[in-house]
């Protein structure tokens, strides 16, 4: 079945109408101007209808926040380090002054992570 038999078969068209769509398409892939082009006019005001605004490109801020300091976590890792040394242990290090402290009793390793949780 040939594309002209397709085009009558299918879209009910008659044998002059579908060798009509045929030369049209042929000649849009040709690139040759036809009858349905736009006016230079008509293309300038497409133009403007084309030319949409662009969305701006998200552009991340890679500077560090500055973050506060938390001084009752501070105070409450003070605490618990003077506790321990109270208790007799001398092996103590502070990791990080608001979150960890390690430190060995017994040649056992331990460490408490002090974590304040989002309300």
Do not use: C, H
Request: zero cysteines; hydrophobic letters at 30%; aromatic letters at 6%.
């Amino acid at each position: 079945m040939t594309q002209k038999e397709k085009l009558m078969k299918n879209l009910g068209l008659t044998a002059a109408e579908a060798d009509e769509v045929l030369a049209y398409d042929k000649a849009v892939e040709q690139g040759k101007k036809t009858e349905y082009d736009l006016t230079k006019e008509q293309e300038k005001e497409t133009r403007k209808y084309r030319q949409s605004d662009r969305k701006q490109p998200f552009v991340p801020n890679l500077q560090k926040r500055e973050r506060k300091a938390n001084e009752p976590k501070r105070e409450l890792i003070e605490i618990v380090k003077q506790a321990l040394e109270n208790a007799g242990i001398s092996d103590i290090s502070v990791t990080n002054v608001e979150r960890q402290l390690d430190f060995s009793m017994d040649n056992v390793k331990y460490r408490i992570v002090l974590s304040a949780p989002r309300k």
